[in-house]
């Protein structure tokens, strides 16, 4: 005789115990740091446990644990805490630096984002012309689909690629500084072209009341900072976050890109780096496995498991390998040194969480499908785990370039 059901609170912390615990035991026991640090370990848990694998292996069980009240309050969670690691990638943006060193910024960030962008929107346009519409969302245009893929494929993901450049000590060197002002113009760019893929032209009236509302209450809320102790800041920066991702929510540009705008608006500088660090690592700690849960119950193998892993092998190449030309060509134009600009290509083409959040809205406004979502999940994947392995043996060998300041 079975004893009685268990509720949704007893579910949902059924839950939180997997997700807290399975990565890590995965990561500590497997040893993977060099090859697959704890947050890989945590996305790739999430992706074993949806439908498409957990799922589909064990129905009953996943039926039974990830009830529709249960996902719902993980949802919850799982929002807040993207929106909070979006806004902490917008506020580290590193303008100031990149104004300094423009020119060569300018060159080595567009030549590092336009050529994956292009690999990625011909892969995209392929997928379209082989296979029709099946890979497209039912809302996109083919335009949209087109321009998304190729913004996939150009990310550079901030916040993880500090965390990697910590673990391999250079991210307070002048080399880590050059790949932040890099990464940080490349942001600014594709959080700016998403918003024109998301334009609603139903909702075209409420966005612009969106940017007049939001360019004077930035104006005015960086006003008040400056003129407050750095402890309240804090306090005011969390319904300032909250306030904006409604408002770009309400008007149809995703509460994730009022996130990053939320950040990006205010300066670096205002808040104690360690603090800011601290911030960021609790945030991953506590609150960024849920949304790895929550990312990974939404990935699909309806196309089929081959096709998706062909898919995802195409953007692989279409992402590392444009990044990689791209800098390539970036450093034959201002004359690195050999072997330099490989090894800023490789940190570059990181892809981490920035990559599953664009691909997460791409999917929230279907632009894409839900296969197309799970061979970008997959690729994110692939590029973060290339990382280490390919940059820290560089590094041995390149000390002069540890140093160079652009």
């Given amino acids: 005789m079975s004893g009685p059901a268990l509720t949704t609170v007893e579910l949902f912390l059924v839950a939180m115990a997997v997700i807290f615990a399975l990565p890590y035991a995965i990561w500590r026991l497997g040893r993977t740091d060099y090859w697959a640090p704890l947050v890989v370990v945590q996305i790739v848990t999430g992706i074993l ?4 694998l957990f799922g589909a292996a064990f129905p009953e069980a996943y039926a039974a644990v990830f009830k529709p009240a249960v996902v719902q309050s993980l949802n919850g969670l799982a929002w807040w805490a993207v929106s909070l690691f979006v806004f902490i990638a ?55 689909f087109v321009a998304g893929i190729g913004m996939g494929c150009a990310v550079t993901a901030l916040p993880i690629l500090i965390l990697l450049m910590e673990k391999m000590e250079i991210l307070r060197q002048p080399l880590g500084q050059r790949i932040l002002r890099y990464a940080s ?59 904006v991702s409604l408002g770009a929510d309400w008007c149809g540009l995703h509460y994730m890109v009022g996130a990053f705008l939320a950040g990006a608006v205010l300066e670096r500088d205002w808040f104690s780096l360690p603090q800011l660090d601290a911030l960021r690592a609790n945030v991953l700690l506590v609150m960024m496995p849920v949304f790895f849960l929550s990312t990974g119950l939404r990935t699909e193998w309806g196309v089929g498991g081959v096709a998706v892993f062909a898919v995802t092998a195409a953007l692989v190449l279409a992402s590392v390998g444009g990044k990689l030309l791209g800098v390539a060509l970036a450093g034959r134009l201002q004359g690195w040194a050999p072997g330099e600009a490989r090894t800023v290509g490789w940190l570059l083409q990181t892809k981490g969480l920035i990559e599953i959040i664009f691909a997460s809205i ?45």
């Fill in 49 to 52: 446990l949806g439908p498409g």
């Fill in 185 to 243: 113009l490349d942001d600014i760019l594709i959080w700016a072209v998403l918003a024109v893929i998301l334009l609603d032209w139903t909702r075209l009236g409420r966005q612009a009341v969106f940017v007049v509302v939001f360019t004077l209450a930035a104006w005015a809320f960086r006003r008040l900072l400056v003129r407050l102790p750095e402890r309240d800041r804090w306090f005011l920066v969390l319904p300032w976050l909250a306030l």
């Fill in 362 to 406: 791409l999917l929230d406004r279907q632009i894409i499908s839900a296969d197309t979502f799970t061979a970008l999940l997959l690729m994110a994947v692939i590029s973060t785990m290339l990382t280490v392995p390919m940059v820290a043996p560089r590094l041995a060998r390149l000390q002069g370039v540890i140093g160079k300041s652009g």
């Fill in 90 to 144: 917008g506020l580290e943006l590193d303008l100031k630096s990149a104004w300094t060193h423009r020119t060569e910024s300018a060159i080595t960030a567009g030549c590092a984002l336009l050529m994956p962008l292009l690999f990625g929107a011909l892969l995209a346009a392929g997928l379209l012309a082989a296979t029709g519409t099946g890979w497209m969302g039912p809302k996109a245009e083919p335009w949209q």
